[in-house]
């Protein structure tokens, strides 16, 4: 037995098939995230010797659409022994942009922060890349680059 749906519900699934076909894609949008260990190292500052332990992680987030990025961000995260470091002193993150080639085209250098931080971070303004290939952060402590983290823009 056939059984039929009212004409009143035949309408509205028509009207609603109709609405997703008049209705423009979403737009796509890309992201990536990624963490790298930041290795333990010693170094001096005002003649004090500072270690920073095992237990850091140095984080770039970038989001965006091909060339375009909207938002970018990169920063140490420390847990276990790491959180009971006294910081990081006289720290300065990075982001460099390279072609595909490998061959870096632009620096967008940070300030360098003489107060010592447990969770240094840094966020970037969005911008449009001129061509295509990775977008890095570095984490750079007493002018040493320590850790970097990149990603790939691809179309």
Known sequence: M???????????????A??????????AH???????????FDYEV??????????????????????KITYQNASVDCGFVGALNAGFCNWRIDFTYADTNNKTYKT?????????EIHPLRDNAP???????????????????RVSQCHHITK
Do not use: D, W
């Open 127 to 145: 911008q449009t890349l001129p061509r295509y290939g990775k977008a890095c952060a570095h984490l750079n402590i007493n002018g040493v680059r």
């Open 46 to 67: 005002g003649g004090v010797l500072m270690k920073i332990p095992t237990g850091c992680m140095f984080t770039h987030i970038i989001r965006g659409e091909g060339r």
């Open 30 to 40: 890309a992201g990536a995230i990624g963490s790298t260990p930041v290795a333990t």
């Open 2 to 16: 056939a059984r039929h749906l009212p004409a009143r519900a035949r309408v509205t699934t028509v009207v609603a």
């Open 108 to 116: 967008s250098r940070g300030k360098t922060h003489t107060k010592c």
């Open 18 to 27: 109709a609405v997703l076909v008049l209705l423009p894609p979403a737009q």
